[in-house]
């Protein structure tokens, strides 16, 4: 995984210890990041008590949104694809009192699969 995995829209795993220090302004007391990944410029982060997704807009990526979504909170998920290894794939999650549902785009199916068990292991 690199700078190409990341290019081709796979989500690479970032070090947990280097998002904690980035991340520690919003997190709680007694909230660790578990697991990471960056999708070009967006994240997923997984703490042991929410799932953050953090979206960056514009062309210089300057302005960012960080939304929360407590485990508890995740009606359901899914991974939508032509496969279990396809080129386009897209990360799926109904979250309670959304009429519409949060939807992530990967243009490399392989690793949402990463993506997809951590999301399970705190979900269900």
């Known amino acids: 995984m690199g700078l190409f995995d990341a290019l081709m829209g796979n989500a690479s795993e970032v070090s947990s210890h280097k998002v904690a220090g980035e991340f520690a302004p919003i997190l709680i007391q007694g909230e660790e990041v578990v697991k990471s990944f960056r999708l070009i410029r967006d994240m997923f982060v997984f703490t042991n ?14 302005k960012v949104d960080f939304h929360t979504i407590p485990y508890k909170s995740i009606n359901h998920f899914s991974k939508r694809s032509n496969g279990l290894l396809d080129l386009d794939a897209e990360l799926i999650i109904w979250v309670k009192g959304s009429d519409a549902p949060l939807i992530k785009e990967f243009r490399k199916g392989e690793n949402i699969n990463d993506v997809y068990k951590v999301l399970s292991t705190y979900v269900l």
Request: aromatic letters at 0%; proline letters at 0%.
């Open 49 to 62: 008590k929410r799932l953050i997704l953090v979206d960056k807009q514009g062309l210089t990526g300057s």
